[in-house]
């Protein structure tokens, strides 16, 4: 079929959805037709749009008469799906220019001379012109530009060499391919320095027009640049030696789950519009921002203008003029394809930064010195030394304390170390001291290993005092012990199966346990006495928690219910029902009005406490939801799932604030530090986490398991964070 994806024309988009002109962008006269993933080229004043995805037709749009002309179509046994087109620079003819259309999911090498649609008498005098034909040799041999191995879906290229001769390719799943359009063979293969990242509808420039002449070696080389998700590098390729340098460069947080963007070179910038997150579901994002990488300066801007819709695979093309930057095609967030065709005036692209613009760049910079911590961090094995850092990095730290730190502590410290300047010649020594222990504290090293459990540890938590942990496991026992010590204090049995989670009263004396024999129980810390079990659930329970003011208990269960209990009497109070698989966890909000609950049903339920009603359903995740938990001031909550990540969204709106990613497996729980300013995650993939909430950025991983990591936990006071596993073990991480 020539069509196979859905797609919209304006006249079918309601009014108030259509995209609109603005101060910024221009609606123009929509496409012929909806595409997806085309490709274009600048000719005088036309831009020439050369298919899309599953469509053959190719049209000339003329910049002044804001007018289209289709020019040819496509030969039928050619499928288009990523492609790619570029302008040779072979033309004897002023009027005319030669077209080359490779690549794809399915291979094609095709030329096209073409000659101007809007000149009749142009048309007329040329020989053959607007046709697509196969690209041949000087002696009339076809030529296939990619080996059969090479997969060239989404492939990005450009022509560079110091007689615009080299075609420069790179394509999936991370290569870079050289050939010589002279002599219509390949001349070089390598391999990108891209980790474990595909590089495939990327952005792909030159960074010279012509190859660049060294006069001191007289060696040419050609430099290029390229982007994908989190992937950056700067390529530069010796024509002489034949041989690649590359060198990593950083691409800014809030685009890095992007590609398949339109990207456009204005001088020394790369701006970049729209883009897809590559997934499919709820998961799929697209994007409406504007990003402007500079060359010359390293340097990201995110700017105040976005894209009247999201948009991603459309196509980017400056002018003849370099006045304006058209936006043509894409697909939209309900993935549609579009007709849009909008423009943006360069200069609007150049202005001097906005404040918010500044503010961006201020804490995107605020982003690069918390990758740096991270990196000299896991550069160290037994701990860190802040001696050894950067003098910039020290200064970092003094500008994030100022920004992080209540007055009060600031006036406190500040003066404590004002007076030992005026005691000590060693000032520097003890302020380095100071900064180390209130600027470090988020950071966290290796303290003990905890170990006396026979099976699986499902859960550990802290007490109310910071003294004790509590800890569940498979062996059907829960265990009290000493934090300082690391020792055992008491074991409890009772329970005729796994037990999946244990927990403090809010006053420390007694514990509550859930467990696989489908009850919960009591127990008296002092005595190591059983003091009720609970009894109502008809299969295994995950979870069970005090209410903030130790009243009242909350259970949820593999028979998709939650039930409220009477702490005191252990009288089940009400029975909440409205999930419609597994529920995986149950926590009190702050105040103890509402609790929020997790499913294999792949949702969040927030629950009244008093009336037992269901006031919010989220389906933020698209897999499995295992933990989620309030935030210290009950305005938002976090979430983890077997999707891989970790949310965290506003309570009031149900709006996603921020996305984690970085787990490579299913994200077991999930908690905030004492202060919500930090999140605590861990996972199958043997690592806990932890994350910046304010920046949305993973800041260091701890590694040590030797199993699937099942729960975590931060100490009340926020100087040690506990993990369990299935190794069996339980392991103590404290403050730097």
Sequence with gaps: MENQTAEKKLSDIPTDERPSTSSFFETLRSLPASLYGSQCVVYNNEIIICGGVYKRDCYSYHTLKNQYKYICSYPANVFLFGHGVLKLANNTSPNEITLLSFGGRCKHTLVMKYVSVWDEDAIEKAKCPNEWIQFTDNQDNPICIGR??????????????????????????????????????????????????????????????????????????????????????????????????????????????????????????????????????????????????????????????????ALQNCTAVLDLNSTYIHILGGRDDKGYDMPTHVRIGVTELTKHETETEKQWVVEEEQKVEIEAIKIEMNATNQGFDITKLKVELIFYFVYLFVCLFRQKEIEMIVGYWVRSLFIEIGWIDDFTKIISRYLMMKYFK??????????????????????????????????????????????????????????????????????????????????????????????????????????????????????????????????????????????????????????????????????????????????????????????????????????????????????????????????FSFDGQTIVSCSDDLTIRLWDVQFGMEFQELRGHFGVVTSVDVSPDGNAIVSSSEDGTIRLWGVL
């Design 148 to 309: 059969n191995k090479d997969n060239y879906l989404g492939a990005r290229a450009v022509i560079c060499g110091s007689n615009n001769n080299l075609l420069f390719i790179t394509y999936n799943p991370k290569n870079i391919s050289v050939f010589d359009l002279t002599t219509f063979q390949f001349i070089n293969h390598d391999v990108l320095q891209a980790d474990n990242n595909w590089i495939w509808f990327h952005c792909f420039v030159s960074n010279n027009s012509n190859g660049l002449l060294t006069m001191s070696t007289n060696a040419k080389k050609n430099e290029m640049i390229l982007f994908c998700e989190k992937i950056g590098l700067s390529i530069e390729y010796d024509e002489d030696s034949n041989a690649f340098q590359f060198n990593h460069l950083r691409i800014c947080t809030t685009i890095r789950q992007f590609s398949y963007y339109a990207y456009v070179c204005v001088d020394d910038s790369i701006l970049f519009f729209g883009g897809w997150n590559g997934c499919i579901g709820t998961n799929a994002v697209a994007s409406k921002e504007l990003y402007k990488y500079s060359i010359t300066n390293n340097k990201w801007t995110k700017f105040d203008h976005t894209l009247p819709i």
């Design 446 to 671: 290796p303290l003990k290993v905890l170990q006396g459990h026979s099976n699986n540890v499902n859960s550990v938590k802290f007490s109310p005092d910071n003294c004790k942990i509590v800890s569940a496991s498979d062996d059907q026992t829960v265990r009290i012990w000493d934090v300082k010590l690391g020792t055992e204090i008491k074991i409890f049995k009772g329970h005729a199966d796994s037990v999946d989670d244990a927990q403090f009263s809010p006053d420390g004396k007694m514990i509550v346990s859930s467990s696989q024999d489908e009850t919960v129980r009591l127990w008296d810390i002092h005595s190591g006495e059983q003091v009720k079990a609970l009894e109502g659930h008809s299969l295994g329970v995950t979870c069970a928690q005090f209410s903030p003011d130790g009243t009242i208990i909350v259970s949820s269960s593999w028979d998709n219910t939650i039930r409220i209990w009477d702490a005191h009497s252990g009288e089940e109070i009400k029975t909440l029902e409205g999930h419609l698989d597994e529920v995986n966890d149950v926590q009190f909000a702050p105040d103890g009005q509402t609790i929020v609950s997790s499913s294999d049903d792949n949702t969040i339920g927030i629950w009244d406490v008093e009336s037992g009603e269901r006031i919010y359903t989220s389906k933020i995740h698209s897999n499995v939801v295992e933990k989620a938990q309030f935030s210290p001031d009950g305005q938002s909550i976090v979430s983890c799932s077997r999707d891989n990540t970790v949310l965290l969204w506003d309570v009031k709106s149900g709006k996603q604030l921020k996305k984690f990613e970085g787990h490579s497996n299913l994200v077991r729980c999930v908690k």
